[in-house]
């Protein structure tokens, strides 16, 4: 089975914090994502990664950065947290083979800013 | 700009209905159309379209995918209560990015 697993399920967090969410692939995939999924708007891509050290803007980078160190692991970082921040978080994990391609998600980190 | 459009928002239906979500697509370098639900948590892959003309299905679920008039159709007969969620449309376009619709909320009353 496919694992996409994230650090929190749940976190609550004050305007200016440094917010680190973490998550890791155990499917030794290439891509990985994060997305903020907000009512009405739909999953939005935030940044996403083909290789380690690589990473790439999604739709809305302003306010986070992210690290990937390692294959399995990939990082959002929010430098410091804002109120409009509050949002459900989620990563994904991709692999393509020919014509195939699928995405999984992790759980999902559903952060409140204060 | 690359966009998915889903229709309708929200369906509320009876258990034992027929439904068809809609889902259609402006997006440069199309590659593939995938569906997914989601209930309360992450979503689920369902099923991923690359060519036109062939349903896929699975079980009580299928898709069909239509690349001249630029969209695709997920249908769920007799439908259970296991079935409400949101149903995400996704298209990937270049750089294998995903591009999601907002989704249609189904809700399944028995």
């Known amino acids: 089975d496919v694992k996409v697993t994230q650090s929190s399920r749940y976190l609550v967090k004050r305007t200016g914090e440094k917010v680190f969410l973490e998550c890791v692939q155990d499917m030794d995939h290439e891509n990985m994502f994060w997305y903020r999924q907000d009512p009405g708007l739909g999953l939005r891509l935030i940044y996403f990664?083909?290789?380690?050290?690589?990473?790439e803007k999604g739709d809305i980078p302003e306010g986070y950065s992210v690290s990937r160190e390692k294959k399995e692991r990939f990082s959002l970082i929010l430098e410091s947290a804002s109120t409009n921040q509050t949002s459900m978080y989620l990563c994904a994990s991709s692999f393509r083979t020919g014509d195939v391609y699928e995405q999984y998600f992790g759980p999902g980190t559903r952060l409140t800013v204060t | 700009e690359d966009k998915v459009v889903q229709s309708p928002l929200s369906l509320v239906v009876h258990e034992g209905d027929t439904v068809t979500l809609n889902c259609s697509y402006e997006?440069?370098?199309?590659?593939?159309l995938l569906w997914y639900k989601q209930e309360k948590k992450a979503p689920t892959f369902l099923f991923m379209l690359?060519?036109?003309?062939i349903e896929k299905k699975s079980g009580r679920l299928s898709s069909i995918l239509d690349k001249k008039e630029l969209f695709s159709i997920l249908n769920i007969t007799a439908t259970q209560t296991g079935d409400s969620a949101v149903y995400l449309c996704?298209?990937?376009?270049?750089?294998?990015?995903?591009?999601f619709g907002t989704g249609t909320r189904l809700q399944v009353f028995p």
């Open positions: 997006v440069t370098n199309f590659r593939s």
């Open positions: 690359t060519s036109s003309g």
């Open positions: 996704a298209v990937e376009g270049v750089a294998d990015k995903l591009i």
């Open positions: 990664s083909y290789d380690v050290k690589m990473k």
